[in-house]
């Protein structure tokens, strides 16, 4: 059976659209695979009813796979966000860290995210990372 076609045409022109690395399979692929199996198989031995329904089974897990990773992706996005909600509190409040073995300090005008690390922004625009704070202190 050539299923090359099938698999050239999702790669090559990038119909299928997928978060995976190039070279990787994603649910599209696959029932484009699948119905090219059906649609070019031998009249005179065709597909055993096992095997479309092995295949059916395992394009479904591949499908709650995809949309357990979504959710989970979500979760995590989620958690972040509350993350910076936690840290809210500390905005007008006056904090103090450790930076070179010298104590330094200064006040909190926003709570920020940036690539993966919730920093608090002082008021001159310097951001310190949340977990390095020792001390805070209202900021009157």
């Given amino acids: 059976m050539n299923t090359g076609s099938v698999t050239n045409t999702g790669v090559a022109n990038g119909t299928a659209q997928r978060p995976q690395l190039p070279g990787q399979l994603g649910k599209d692929d696959f029932l484009k695979i699948l119905v090219a199996q059906l649609g070019n198989q031998d009249p005179m031995k065709p597909m055993q009813d096992t095997e479309f329904i092995g295949q059916m089974a395992q394009f479904s897990s591949l499908e709650q796979m995809t949309n357990m990773n979504s959710s989970l992706t979500q979760f995590v996005n989620n958690q972040l966000q509350d993350s910076i909600t936690d840290h809210a509190h500390l905005i007008g409040k006056q904090v103090k860290w450790r ?5 330094q300090a200064g006040k909190v005008s926003a709570v920020v995210y940036k690539e993966g690390t919730v920093l608090a922004e002082l ?13 805070i202190e209202t900021g009157e």
Avoid: C, Y
Avoid at 99 to 103: A, G, K, S, Y
Avoid at 123 to 135: C, D, F, H, S, T
């Fill in 99 to 103: 930076e070179n073995d010298e104590l």
């Fill in 123 to 135: 008021e001159g625009g310097k951001q310190v990372n949340i977990a390095l704070l020792e001390r």
